[in-house]
């Protein structure tokens, strides 16, 4: 009996768990009943929206109409033909739509529920406990791409490459290889679940220059160094919420996804600090001329706090010294 298998059957006994867990809170909530003759799509989305509602499920119109579409086959309600959806569904389409919707119930998020969803151009699958990609993360592999395009087009004529710390579903990973297939990324996380995801996803999508390696940025700095050392960019999407705050959340993210996805440690940085202290051991010190000034550089976003904070590395600069408020996801590049 040895380590590997005994994380294995942790990780059995929590999807277990999870399985139980689904099918408790779903009995402590009465589920509308199966409707005796057929009903139409749209009757469909009413009750279930309705139901949402009465039960206190956020985002009910959102939930019936993702799941109903998945069913269907489609991607969302709106691209279901108009006439289709007032035609009466089969016994077996229904009985799965009150399947998938009895999950929402018990507040599993609807992308574990359809177990898929986009990120980009991507259609990335999804399951608990792998944190779910959030929309405002599309931003941050916008600007690494067209961070790394610079790069390329100064005439960098060396191979470039990118560590991703953290990598979950592997979506940034993944999306930057999309956007450049000839980047070589590695991608790392504490979770053997995350990394397992992150492989799936890059056959499903081939994406074929990435490694992953079950990781934990405290403790793996030698394995990091020699993985993959030098990289021209390191991003994050890190946990960054303070742990006080992890008290407050949603079933929806408690219930489902990894705590350690979340928490960045009493004051929110303990992986943040951990990255910035990598970087400037791991960054190459080639130079872009284009990007060879130095620069701290903060993007404001709509709650005019920093939401993404892109450093780079100064020639002869050990320390890296970033002025960042909480909620941040980090770009960081070499010269
Ligand atoms: C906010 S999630 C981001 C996941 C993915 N990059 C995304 O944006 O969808 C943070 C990820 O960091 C991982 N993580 C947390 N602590 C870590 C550590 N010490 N070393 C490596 N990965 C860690 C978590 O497992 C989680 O997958």
Redesign the pocket.
Known sequence: CNTASIVSVLRCLRRSLLGLWTTFSVHRCSIPPLPAGRITTLEALDIWKRHFIVKGVSEPEHSSSYIIAHVLGAKTIESVEHDKLSQLLGQDKTGQIWQLCTKRLSRMPVQYVIEEWEFRDLTLKMRPP??I?RPE?EELVELVLSDLKTGTEVGADTQQTCL??????G??SLSLLKGLPQLQVFA????QD?VDLTAENASLNSSYNVEYKQ????SARETLYSLCSPVTALVS???YLFSEDMKSLEPEISRFE?L???DGGEDGLN?IK?ILSLAPQILTTHTHPQTSQHHLGLILRLSLRPRYCILQKEKSNKDLQPNMDRGAQILLHGL
Do not use: K, W, Y
Not at 164 to 169: D, H, K, L, Q, T
Not at 188 to 191: A, C, H, I, R, W
């Open positions: 792998v944190f990609p993360t991703e710390v953290g990598c979950g579903s979506a940034v790392v996380d504490q979770s995350a990781r934990f940025v405290f999407n890190p946990p990894d350690m996805a979340l992986i951990n």
